[in-house]
């Protein structure tokens, strides 16, 4: 899993997807060739940082590896610029969780390679805290 | 083109089978099938699986399979594409039949499911989806199932109770339906009432982990046929993007829709010429949104068609009729070749207590992911 995620670091630390050259469309995660116009001519390209949750949902069922996330929130976001993308929800009390909730990226670790093994980092999201701003 | 029938079928109970491996299993709906056809040795044999590697650290169930049936010589191969690899299987195979490629197919749909920890059988049930972008972060299928659910729920102001209508059909048809691994009936209240397994999906809303093996032989030589005899009419297979939210309309299952349109197409007939329907009701929306992409209801009337008796094993289009995925068992890569015994069982008029009264045609409908692969089968009595 190592090199795997070596190779996807900025797509995890960034949110690096694609902007299609041909018709400015923007993808997440990036891909081989535009979904709309269908050009291949694409650039990495950085998503907004912010949106909005469409759904959520609280996984109560964890996969291998992420036994102490039970719950795990997980929320359905549209970015700002309408790309949609499926994340954890980090630093937010279950309770607050709503569909329609502004939400803010935030780089988190997302899962531990045993007790001595790799810690591997990526996007989550944050509710939106007007009042205290964590971000740069 | 050759016509293709269903010379014979057979299957074990879906449920734990601690005592068999994932090529026991395999064996002994092969057996079943190949002596219900009075066929010895098939010119192919096409293995429908998911994640055997994963699973039982076996791959090459081909040629395992070949080996244990003791047919040294005829070419046989595993079929992958997640939930749906049972149908694809028979896709597959179907098309070389047809073709006289092979004159004799037999499809086998084996999934081992039950050796895993519950953590584990996640993992299993989510590899077909994205690697980097979905499993990396610990999303797993239910989760998805679960945000397709609350979309499905807010679009169409479905409620709670009216989505518990689809496992309710499905346990009721699994009472009496002898190789369903849940042959007990739920009412609504137990279903929305059942605990949290993904908000707001519920334990009741998802179809089980399971272990099973089905198998059917198909046949082009019109001496085989028997009375009545079960032809696949169509056969048609579609995808669409890989994850839903990457759709224009995230409710609109499209790899289904476009694999119906196409085999009603193939079969000469329209969806009101459906007797009865096997649909991949893996979760109670999922249901929802495979009975509109199918044309059985109105978009976003599924669940209200639900309530209202229309899929009833008496209503105008039974669904699940053996229990479907919930009630019968989702052994995954089999559960697409279960639907074509089912179906095969209706149409011959061997269903029982079971029996859509006077079959004459059925709809399979099985998929991959959330709709990111779809295969529909028709099945015809053409006696």
Same mark, same amino acid.
């Given at each position: 899993?190592?090199?795997?995620?070596?190779?996807?670091?900025?797509?995890?630390?960034?949110?690096?997807?694609?902007?299609?050259?041909?018709?400015?469309?923007?993808?997440?995660?990036?891909?081989?060739?535009?979904?709309?116009?269908?050009?291949?001519?694409?650039?990495?390209?950085?998503?907004?940082?912010?949106?909005?949750?469409?759904?959520?949902?609280?996984?109560?069922?964890?996969?291998?590896?992420?036994?102490? =996330?039970?719950?795990?929130?997980?929320?359905?976001?549209?970015?700002?610029?309408?790309?949609?993308?499926? $994340?954890?929800?980090?630093?937010?009390?279950?309770?607050?969780?709503?569909? @329609?909730?502004?939400?803010?990226?935030?780089?988190?670790?997302?899962?531990?390679?045993?007790?001595?093994?790799?810690?591997?980092?990526?996007?989550?999201?944050?509710?939106?805290?007007?009042?205290?701003?964590?971000?740069? | 083109?050759?016509?293709?029938?269903?010379?014979?079928?057979?299957?074990?109970?879906?449920?734990? =089978?601690?005592?068999?491996?994932?090529?026991?299993?395999?064996?002994?709906?092969?057996?079943?099938?190949?002596?219900? $056809? @009075?066929?010895? +040795?098939?010119?192919?044999?096409?293995?429908?699986?998911?994640? !055997?590697?994963?699973?039982?650290?076996?791959?090459?169930?081909?040629?395992?399979?070949?080996?244990?049936?003791?047919?040294?010589?005829?070419?046989?191969?595993?079929?992958?594409?997640?939930? $749906?690899?049972?149908?694809?299987?028979?896709?597959?195979?179907?098309?070389?039949?047809?073709?006289?490629?092979?004159?004799?197919?037999?499809?086998?749909?084996?999934?081992?499911?039950?050796?895993?920890?519950?953590?584990?059988?996640?993992?299993?049930? !989510?590899?077909?989806?994205?690697?980097?972008?979905?499993?990396?972060?610990?999303?797993?299928?239910?989760?998805?199932?679960?945000?397709?659910?609350?979309?499905?729920?807010?679009?169409?102001?479905?409620?709670?109770?009216?989505?518990?209508?689809?496992?309710?059909?499905?346990?009721?048809?699994?009472?009496?339906?002898? =190789?369903?691994?849940?042959?007990?009936?739920?009412?609504?209240?137990?279903?929305?009432?059942?605990?949290?397994?993904?908000?707001?999906?519920?334990?009741?809303?998802?179809?089980?982990?399971?272990?099973?093996?089905?198998?059917?032989?198909?046949?082009?030589?019109?001496?085989?046929?028997?009375?009545?005899?079960?032809?696949?009419?169509?056969?048609?297979?579609?995808?669409?993007?890989?994850?839903?939210?990457?759709?224009?309309?995230?409710?609109?299952?499209?790899?289904?829709?476009?694999?119906?349109?196409?085999?009603?197409?193939?079969?000469?007939?329209?969806?009101?010429?459906?007797?009865?329907?096997?649909?991949?009701?893996?979760?109670?929306?999922?249901?929802?949104?495979?009975?509109?992409?199918?044309?059985?209801?109105?978009?976003?009337?599924?669940?209200?068609?639900?309530?209202?008796?229309?899929?009833?094993?008496?209503?105008?289009?039974?669904?699940?009729?053996?229990?479907?995925?919930?009630?019968?068992?989702?052994?995954?890569?089999?559960?697409?070749?279960?639907?074509?015994?089912?179906?095969?069982?209706?149409?011959?008029?061997?269903?029982?207590?079971?029996?859509?009264?006077?079959?004459?045609?059925?709809? +399979?409908?099985?998929?991959?992911?959330?709709?990111? $692969?779809?295969?529909?089968?028709?099945?015809?009595?053409?006696?």
């Amino acid at each position: 899993m190592a090199v795997s995620y070596w190779r996807e670091r900025d797509r995890y630390y960034r949110i690096l997807g694609s902007k299609c050259q041909n018709c400015s469309a923007e993808f997440f995660p990036p891909l081989y060739r535009c979904r709309k116009c269908g050009s291949d001519k694409l650039s990495d390209h950085e998503m907004p940082q912010e949106g909005q949750i469409l759904a959520y949902t609280l996984l109560r069922d964890p996969m291998t590896g992420f036994e102490d =996330h039970d719950p795990m929130p997980i929320a359905l976001i549209e970015l700002n610029n309408g790309v949609r993308i499926v $994340a954890q929800l980090a630093d937010t009390p279950i309770d607050q969780i709503t569909v @329609g909730s502004k939400v803010r990226a935030v780089f988190r670790r997302v899962r531990v390679n045993g007790p001595n093994g790799q810690i591997f980092y990526g996007y989550k999201f944050a509710i939106k805290n007007e009042k205290v701003n964590l971000t740069r | 083109m050759k016509r293709v029938i269903i010379a014979g079928a057979g299957l074990t109970k879906v449920g734990d =089978h601690w005592n068999k491996s994932i090529l026991d299993l395999a064996v002994d709906a092969a057996t079943a099938a190949l002596k219900d $056809a @009075g066929i010895a +040795t098939p010119d192919q044999i096409i293995i429908g699986n998911m994640f !055997s590697g994963f699973s039982s650290s076996q791959e090459s169930l081909g040629a395992m399979a070949a080996d244990a049936l003791r047919l040294w010589g005829v070419p046989a191969f595993k079929v992958e594409s997640s939930g $749906a690899s049972g149908s694809m299987a028979l896709h597959v195979a179907d098309s070389l039949v047809k073709s006289g490629q092979a004159n004799s197919a037999l499809v086998i749909g084996v999934e081992k499911m039950r050796d895993l920890e519950p953590s584990e059988a996640a993992r299993a049930t !989510s590899l077909g989806e994205s690697s980097e972008y979905v499993q990396f972060f610990g999303i797993s299928q239910t989760a998805l199932g679960a945000l397709i659910t609350q979309l499905y729920m807010q679009e169409y102001e479905v409620t709670r109770d009216e989505l518990s209508c689809f496992p309710v059909i499905a346990h009721k048809n699994a009472v009496t339906s002898e =190789h369903a691994q849940f042959r007990k009936a739920v009412s609504i209240a137990d279903v929305s009432r059942s605990m949290p397994v993904s908000d707001p999906l519920r334990l009741l809303d998802c179809a089980p982990v399971g272990d099973g093996a089905a198998a059917v032989v198909l046949s082009n030589d019109d001496g085989m046929v028997k009375d009545p005899a079960i032809e696949i009419a169509a056969s048609a297979a579609s995808t669409d993007s890989a994850n839903f939210y990457q759709r224009d309309d995230m409710l609109e299952f499209m790899a289904t829709r476009r694999a119906v349109t196409k085999a009603l197409s193939l079969a000469g007939i329209s969806v009101r010429d459906i007797d009865f329907a096997e649909i991949n009701d893996s979760y109670s929306a999922v249901a929802g949104l495979s009975v509109e992409a199918l044309g059985l209801s109105k978009m976003g009337e599924g669940a209200r068609d639900a309530r209202d008796g229309k899929f009833d094993i008496k209503g105008k289009v039974p669904i699940s009729t053996y229990g479907g995925l919930k009630g019968r068992g989702n052994p995954v890569g089999a559960t697409g070749i279960y639907q074509i015994v089912e179906a095969y069982h209706q149409l011959v008029g061997k269903a029982k207590a079971n029996q859509v009264v006077d079959a004459k045609i059925g709809l +399979t409908h099985n998929m991959g992911g959330i709709d990111s $692969a779809a295969v529909v089968h028709i099945l015809r009595r053409i006696s």
